[in-house]
């Protein structure tokens, strides 16, 4: 028999669904109405129902299309490199003093492309998963992972929407709201209709009503919330980090991951044109490390001509991990970084020394 915990497990996990099954009868549901009562039932020129009926259904199968990849594109794990070996792992769970298992964490971090730090300035370090989590990876107690750059859990898909789903999530939103104004639209005349007793009284009737109500009410939150998203995209920030600045050796930076608007795009959606638009996997990089904007570089390095700190490009050409973090097409997401990025960051707390790769000694 199985324990009695993991029944209870097993219980608050079908318990998570109920959202989705909720918006997946809230739409299908909204397909009825629309189809059968709207255009079938209630419009009588054959030209508007056809076109109605076309429109419709592209966007009906996108969204459908779209919500289904954000809810089973499962999170991706962070490469193994990040999790401790054997030894260490030993190593670190013997030592009682907090700094000594940070100085067990820093020197397996000098190796791997992590600079982030705790707002205390310590590695930072997953309990559960065992790992040093790589930059902009957050443990989710829901989905009891860590999940690359985490933006937040959404129990409407109950999935982490992270590095591996971030674009479908977009696109879900972009799509149902497109969905709802269409619907909106096109059921504004015969709700109209309704009230002036325009419309045959038959149940039709009352699907127009509600479908109209259910529609306008959606399209108001989903606008304010793709509004929101598009900004963070722009930002090249997660919810997370809208919240709360990621933190670096020297302090908090909340645009050290911005180079420019379009670079930002990119990095979400990919540079090739035609996946733009759908949910087919295409953004930049590999959800471990990214490619950061650096205004200030340290003081104590030489400068550089490209504006870049050279001691992160040092560090690329010695460190072996990871022996390609980034795609060519990423890679290009750097090169000029600073000039397009120094346009979206603020006059305030811009600097990113943190960014440059101490020598241990």
Request: proline content about 6%; hydrophobic content about 40%.
């Amino acid at each position: 028999m199985a324990p009695s915990g993991s029944r209870r497990v097993d219980c608050w996990r079908v318990l998570y669904w109920i959202p989705v099954l909720f918006i997946s009868l809230i739409v299908a549901w909204s397909y009825y109405a629309y189809v059968v009562q709207l255009c079938i039932e209630t419009i009588e020129n054959i030209g508007e129902k056809i076109v109605y009926l076309l429109v419709y259904h592209v966007l009906f199968i996108m969204f459908v299309w779209t919500y289904w990849q954000t809810i089973f594109t499962k999170p991706m794990n962070p490469l193994k490199e990040f999790h401790l070996p054997h030894s260490d792992k030993e190593l670190f769970e013997h030592e009682d003093r907090r700094e000594s298992q940070q100085e067990v964490l820093r020197r397996i971090a000098k190796d791997l492309p992590i600079y982030t730090r705790t707002m205390s300035g310590a590695i930072r370090y997953c309990d559960r998963c065992l790992l040093l989590k790589p930059d902009r990876c957050h443990h989710c107690s829901a989905c009891d992972m860590c999940i690359l750059k985490m933006d937040h859990h959404c129990p409407w898909v109950n999935n982490c929407v992270g590095f591996a789903n971030y674009k479908f999530f977009m696109l879900f939103l972009a799509y149902s709201l497109l969905y709802c104004l269409f619907v909106t639209a096109t059921d504004l005349q015969y709700f109209i209709q309704f009230w002036t007793n325009g419309l045959p009284d038959t149940q039709a009737k009352f699907h127009i009503m509600f479908l109209f109500f259910a529609a306008s009410t959606f399209s108001v939150s989903l606008a304010f919330l793709f509004a929101y998203h598009c900004w963070l995209v722009c930002k090249n920030r997660s919810t997370l980090e809208a919240f709360r600045a990621p933190a670096f050796q020297h302090g908090p930076d909340k645009n050290a991951f911005s180079l420019g608007t379009r670079k930002n795009f990119l990095q979400v959606f990919g540079d090739e044109k035609k996946y733009w638009l759908l949910p087919i996997f295409s953004s930049l990089g590999d959800g471990c490390s990214f490619p950061t904007c650096l205004v200030n570089a340290d003081p104590e390095q030489p400068s550089s001509p490209s504006g870049r700190n050279p001691s992160i490009e040092s560090a690329g050409e010695s460190h072996q991990f990871p022996p390609k973090p980034l795609r060519e097409s990423q890679s290009r997401l750097i090169s000029n970084g600073q000039s397009e990025g120094s346009e979206d960051r603020d006059t305030q707390g811009t600097s990113n020394p943190a960014l440059t790769i101490e020598k241990e000694t």
